[in-house]
């Protein structure tokens, strides 16, 4: 079983809908989520960042961790054909002498149509 | 501006040539890594290093080379490159490791023929 599961679409949405993103984890031991956007030739850029169970709110976008279910939702409110790009989940725990080990989802592709 | 460079943005080869993928970050980040991002595979982590002459390995070390000698540069090396290397590369770096933000470099993607 991997690490980290995430569903890589792709998802294809019309302009002002709500997009649930999501990924699964098996490893109790991860400590931080996060997500990262990555448009088609770029490289990712972090868009949420959370440590505990519970809701994180920025704007349009919504994270939100289960720890006890091992599972972290992306949520975006009235998408925009802006939000089109590959969604990548990413978590991190502690592996010693200082280091912390960071893993990705696959990336969940997001099409969001005017 | 802050940014994470890396050169070339393009590069075709072929098997067996040695080639250096350069990357700079202008940040003073003490963490810098490198990823290589395949379809259906995700991005996996090739080395990181945690502070000058600090590498170890990521999950994908093989055929694969790294040095730190200087605090904004971390280059990639392939001392003989191979087909199955062809893949998009990045380079990530961050004030520290694992929990501040990663901030990406632009890509390098490489195909070995």
């Known amino acids: 079983q991997k690490e980290v599961e995430q569903d890589p679409g792709p998802l294809s949405v019309p302009e002002g809908a709500i997009v649930s993103l999501n990924c699964t984890y098996s490893n109790s031991a991860f400590q931080y989520f996060m997500w990262y956007r990555q448009y088609s030739r770029k490289g990712p850029e972090l868009l949420m960042y959370?440590?505990?169970?519970g809701n994180k709110e920025d704007g349009r976008f919504t994270a939100q961790v289960d720890k006890s279910s091992k599972y972290i939702s992306l949520f975006i409110r009235d998408s925009q054909p802006s939000d089109s790009a590959t969604y990548l989940c990413a978590m991190s725990l502690y592996s010693g002498a200082g280091s912390y080990q960071l893993t990705f989802g696959k990336g969940t592709k997001l099409s969001v149509i005017p | 501006e802050a940014q994470v460079t890396q050169n070339p943005r393009y590069l075709i080869t072929v098997t067996g040539k040695k080639l250096t993928v350069t990357c700079s970050q202008n940040m003073n980040h003490e963490y810098m890594s490198w990823y290589r991002q395949d379809p259906g595979l995700g991005l996996r982590q090739i080395y990181y290093s945690m502070n000058v002459e600090v590498t170890d390995k990521g999950d994908v070390p093989e055929g694969y080379k790294v040095s730190r000698k200087e605090k904004r540069n971390f280059p990639l090396i392939l001392e003989s490159p191979s087909p199955n290397q062809t893949s998009l590369y990045f380079c990530?770096?961050?004030?520290?490791?694992?929990?501040?933000?990663?901030?990406f470099g632009p890509g390098t993607r490489l195909t070995v023929l």
């Open positions: 990530a770096s961050s004030p520290s490791a694992g929990t501040d933000t990663q901030y």
């Open positions: 959370t440590y505990s169970s």
